[in-house]
């Protein structure tokens, strides 16, 4: 989740919201690539979620990475939520799911050194508390209640309103990960195309990466039921938005809609204050009735652009939120999958040329099939691993048109990054197809055997 934002300019006119999304706009040389990627911990022993606070806890996950490896602490009332370094940072998800956000590198190879680093010293202070964490999609076995909403405000609003909204808003809360990328783009018509590519190839990530067969215990009946949860959280903050393939998308359009969705918080001083269900456009006016008579700054906008959460997202960069959380390979394999299509104009044109006629309901059907049936999946004639194949392909001629070599040269570009994924596509197996497979085999239908297997 999102850090807040403090301070910025006094908001004067409307045009000022589409301009601080316009200002994320870079020329090609400046552009970065930043992975965040989410798992969750739990007590070796237990087998059962990480409370806060205690001996092994989150609090003590994070002071220990705070003590050991020169992290800085970040604190809400008195409470340890987070850490940074740098442009990097560690974040608490709702239920305490660990979550990094990496710095902006330029090469997947300097992303993946990051999240490897990372995760050696999360192993090292958890290994010392009899602490493990696994990369799934959605928990395996625990329930609502095991999952202790973690002390920060934010969450408690947005815990509250998600029981108003849709019926699966707190399980995305507490029991969801994922790994995501985010890219840059160089003007307004670049976002657009970009933007429109990631979400209509973002079921393709959604198959690729399915790794949640399992929840509450039980097989659930879908190869990736993290997305199957997106899909009832909260419609007007969610969803493939067909509005970004219609004529004058651009930056305008973009704010015209989130304005639109209904707010969360207010953050001042250290702490949020609630504005569930209320107008941005009131705020706008003057007319918040969280903060009568005050208007929004610059920060407040930067802060409600995170509560919309559709596949793709823009902020001042693009976010591609469409993956499962996973094993330690498939963290680096995203951002390569999507640098390949993003930052290689050949590619992103090959990559829209592909998707550019389907239909609104072609684009809903594949989320929908993508996360039930996964590589598996079938929608209109169009085969998902077929498709799938192709699209990798089109990522990995865009990785070798990169030609960006790993640390002294020894590897010539980034495209062995997207080997996971070469390898799903030639056995026709995702993650979860792997995990079904133990399940309904060697490990004779005993789901407590993933966490041998699969943790870091």
Not at 192 to 209: C, D, G, N, S, T
Not at 276 to 285: A, E, P, T, V, W
Not at 333 to 346: E, H, I, K, R, S
Not at 404 to 412: D, H, K, M, S, Y
């Amino acid at each position: 989740m999102s850090i807040p934002q403090s301070g910025g300019a006094p908001i004067e006119n409307h045009a000022q919201l589409a301009e601080f999304l316009a200002k994320g706009c870079k020329p090609k040389d400046q552009w970065r690539i930043g992975t965040e990627h989410e798992k969750f911990g739990y007590c070796k022993d237990t087998l059962r979620p990480l409370p806060y606070d205690g001996d092994r806890s989150i609090k003590a996950v994070l002071t220990g990475l705070q003590n050991r490896f020169g992290w800085d602490p970040v604190y809400e009332e008195g409470n340890i939520i987070g850490l940074t370094k740098g442009a990097a940072n560690v974040s608490l998800e709702p239920g305490g799911a660990l979550e990094l956000s990496g710095a902006p590198v330029e090469t997947i190879h300097q992303t993946c050194d990051e999240v490897n680093v990372h995760l050696e010293e999360v192993k090292s202070v958890a290994d010392e508390i009899g602490v493990k964490f696994i990369g799934l999609g959605a928990a395996p076995e625990w329930s609502h209640d095991e999952m202790p909403l973690m002390p920060k405000g934010r969450y408690k609003l947005m815990n509250d309103y998600m029981e108003t909204v849709g019926t699966m808003g707190t399980a995305m809360m507490r029991r969801t990960c994922t790994v995501q990328v985010n890219l840059d783009f160089g003007s307004e018509a670049d976002m657009v195309q970009k933007l429109r590519v990631a979400l209509a190839l973002q079921p393709v990530a959604v198959a690729l990466f399915a790794n949640s067969p399992f929840f509450e215990g039980k097989v659930n009946g879908h190869k990736s039921w993290r997305s199957r949860i997106w899909r009832d959280l909260d419609d007007a903050r969610t969803g493939m938005l067909p509005w970004v393939f219609e004529d004058g998308m651009g930056f305008e359009r973009w704010a015209e809609w989130v304005l639109d969705v209904p707010m969360y918080f207010v953050y001042r001083d250290g702490k949020y204050i609630n504005a569930l269900g209320q107008s941005f456009r009131d705020f706008l006016k003057g007319e918040l009735p969280a903060l009568p008579g005050e208007k929004p700054l610059l920060s407040d906008w930067g802060d409600h652009l995170t509560t919309v959460f559709p596949e793709a997202r823009i902020k001042q960069f693009i976010e591609m939120r469409g993956a499962d959380g996973g094993p330690w390979r498939r963290l680096c394999a995203l951002p390569a999958f999507w640098v390949g299509l993003m930052y290689d104009q050949t590619a992103l044109d090959a990559a829209w040329d592909l998707c550019k006629g389907w239909s609104t309901e072609q684009r809903e059907a594949l989320r929908v099939a993508a996360s039930v049936d996964g590589l598996q999946a079938q929608v209109d004639g169009i085969n998902m691993h077929d498709l799938a194949r192709e699209v990798v392909s089109i990522s990995e001629a865009g990785l070798k048109a990169r030609a960006r070599p790993g640390a002294g040269g020894l590897v010539a570009d980034e495209t062995h990054f997207l080997n996971a994924l070469k390898d799903s596509i030639e056995t026709g197996q995702t993650p979860a197809d792997e995990l079904l497979m133990h399940y309904h085999g060697d490990w004779g239908g005993d789901l407590k055997k993933i966490y041998g297997e699969y943790s870091y």
